[in-house]
């Protein structure tokens, strides 16, 4: 699977959009975007997931480049519950591998 | 109703003990899975069975043997606990193996081997 490259956090106030970028240059054609969250001592939860197109669900909006060499997870009221650690997985005919992750800070 | 639930949610032991985790999936799934996340918050799969038989073993010592007596139960026993078994464990579960389909996780458990 193509590897992802995030920053290790990211801070974002209470309200505002929260803009969670993702780098996976080396991404195939048959490997999808998949977005988790895990929020402090709780299992991973999954957030959404995309190949080509944008996609949008209850919880985020997830923006996929053209190229499909990064993209954007988009939570656009963050609360601060949405404090947690977010991670970008590409992922194809194999399992899911997580990586470090961004750690999301919502502040009032 | 919790989708996917694991028991115990702590477990205190000591080393060389043999214990068990279980697990239970209410979502009809034919995929579970068992992830070990480490103190360094790595979290990594460690097994995965579709329809009760196993399809992924990643180089998980022979110490670990996952048990699937029905598809809605993945349950996991350690034999001769060691101090670096000491992790998060999550269950997980999805209704195919492959691309396309989301894993939803159980609250995991926490085993402290001392």
């Known amino acids: 699977d193509a590897k992802t490259t995030q920053p290790p956090s990211m801070d974002c106030a209470e309200g505002r959009a929260a803009n969670l970028p993702c780098n996976h240059s080396?991404?195939?054609?048959?490997?999808?975007v998949y977005w988790y969250r895990q929020i402090h001592s709780q299992g991973p939860q999954y957030i959404i997931h995309?190949?080509?197109n944008n996609e949008t669900n209850e919880m985020a909006s997830l923006i996929i480049t053209e190229d499909r060499k990064s993209s954007t997870l988009i939570l656009p009221h963050a609360t601060l519950r949405d404090t947690a650690v977010y991670y970008c997985?590409?992922?194809?005919?194999?399992?899911?591998?997580f990586g470090k992750g961004t750690m999301l800070l919502v502040s009032p | 109703d919790t989708a996917v639930s694991q028991t115990p949610k702590y477990l205190v032991t000591q080393m060389g003990n043999d214990k068990s985790i279980k697990c239970e999936q209410n979502?009809?799934?034919?995929?579970m899975y068992w992830y070990k996340q480490d103190s360094k918050k790595f979290l990594k799969i460690m097994f995965s069975?579709?329809?009760?038989?196993?399809?992924i073993n990643e180089t998980v010592p022979n110490r670990f043997s996952p048990k699937s007596p029905d598809k809605a139960h993945l349950n996991l026993h350690i034999n001769s606990l060691e101090l670096g078994d000491s992790a998060v464990y999550f269950c997980?579960?999805?209704?195919?193996?492959?691309?396309?389909?989301?894993?939803?996780f159980g609250p995991g458990t926490r085993l402290t081997v001392l």
């Open positions: 995309g190949l080509k």
């Open positions: 069975y579709n329809n009760k038989e196993l399809i």
């Open positions: 997980a579960s999805s209704q195919e193996v492959w691309s396309g389909n989301e894993q939803f």
């Open positions: 979502l009809g799934h034919d995929t």
């Open positions: 080396t991404i195939s054609g048959n490997e999808y």
């Open positions: 997985i590409v992922r194809g005919y194999s399992t899911l591998t």
